[in-house]
């Protein structure tokens, strides 16, 4: 029987992509870079501020650091200017919690910029949060999710994670979760999704409760 549902964050809890696209194309021009277009940004937006520095820049140029910095500090500043929910999050959540679930996200986002929108859309019923800086390896590694199963004090066996990249499942694999993948999210094209062993596929948030029924 499952006690608990972990969320990965971006393009599975929250559809962040604009925020970050906007983001990304005003850092290329004012470095004279050509914009993406929203399908590309889209694509890459469950892979952090390298992926979108790495579209226009290369990561061993002198100054790198510095341009990832400039991009938290814009994405900062403006990270509440179109985040919304997936259709049916604010539905599953609170049909978790009248089920007497746990639920929480984990996520490799920074936790400032994931506190930032949970507060927006005012989620006080959080059990666990577990950012990317939080002091452990980030996912595909299983060690955030580990943590996250210890500070609910539950078995492995007994949580669902829900995320929409590879090393989402990977990382649910590895610490013996029920993995499922949201199709709702930030897929590549070129993505082999059959190859990731989900337990489970989803293409909207509803779907979920299917399993939690």
């Known amino acids: 029987m499952h006690k608990a549902v972990l969320f990965d964050f971006d393009g599975t809890f929250a559809d962040t992509a604009h925020d970050l696209i906007s983001t990304a194309n005003y850092i290329y021009s004012l470095y004279g870079k050509k914009p993406i277009s929203f399908e590309e940004g889209r694509a890459i937006a469950s892979d952090g501020v390298r992926a979108f520095l790495n579209m226009r820049f290369e990561e061993q140029e002198e100054g790198f650091s510095t341009l990832a910095q400039e991009f938290l500090n814009h994405y900062r500043e403006n990270i509440l200017n179109n985040p919304i929910l997936f259709d049916g999050v604010q539905e599953l959540i609170d049909f978790i919690a009248n089920k007497e679930m746990s639920w929480g996200i984990v996520t490799n986002k920074p936790r400032s910029l994931t506190e930032s929108i949970l507060k927006h859309y005012k989620f006080d019923s959080i ?25 609910l004090g539950v078995s492995a ?5 829900v995320g929409d990249g590879e090393r989402d499942i990977v990382s649910a694999n590895a610490a013996g979760m029920y993995s499922v993948l949201a199709c709702y999210g930030y897929l590549k094209t070129t993505d082999q999704i059959e190859n990731w062993k989900a337990n489970m596929i989803i293409h909207q948030p509803h779907d979920l409760i299917n399993l939690i029924t």
Request: with cysteine; net charge negative; charged share 30%.
């Open 157 to 161: 066996n007994e949580v669902i994670y």
């Open 127 to 151: 059990d666990v949060l577990l950012c990317g800086d939080d002091g452990f390896s980030p996912k595909p590694a299983p060690d955030l999710l580990h943590e996250a199963k210890r500070i």
